[in-house]
């Protein structure tokens, strides 16, 4: 009995080191270059960033855009409010930093922007792949 306890043990510790070892990483999958198009938004998506245009502010995503295999993402970027009439030349608005987490199906996002530090999210748009977004700029 005595001889069989360290045997249970290797045994346990390579079944361990086998399943360990066997364990897939989470797949990434990037987000296809170009347009995103929905009401009141823009974002096009290059190589190492995404810009946003909302109809009263805009925003930017650094990193390449990847998602999970389930098409769920939650990437960190800029959201900077905008105003209606007249912008002067030197005028700065200066970014708050902002997280935009969503999941894509398909050719559709659904892609909700919450501002840092904040409960809740600001909104919450429907984009489609190579759509021209309707965007009606504050005024």
């Known amino acids: 009995m005595m001889k069989l306890v360290p045997r249970l043990f290797t045994l346990l510790g390579i079944a361990l080191l086998v399943s360990g070892a066997s364990a897939k990483p989470k797949k990434q999958v990037r987000v296809a270059n170009g347009a995103w198009g929905g009401q009141n938004i823009t974002m096009n998506v290059g190589e190492k960033s995404a810009t946003i245009e909302f109809g009263c502010a805009h925003g930017t995503i650094e990193g390449p855009l990847m998602t ?72």
């Open 68 to 139: 999970d295999a389930k098409g769920q993402f939650s990437w960190k970027g800029t959201f900077s409010a905008e105003h209606g009439g007249p912008v002067r030349i030197d005028e700065q608005r200066p970014g708050k930093s902002a997280v935009y987490s969503g999941s894509i199906k398909g050719q559709s996002m659904t892609l909700m922007v919450k501002l840092e530090g904040e409960e809740s999210p600001l909104d919450t748009f429907t984009l489609t792949r190579g759509a021209t977004g309707r965007l009606r700029k504050c005024m």
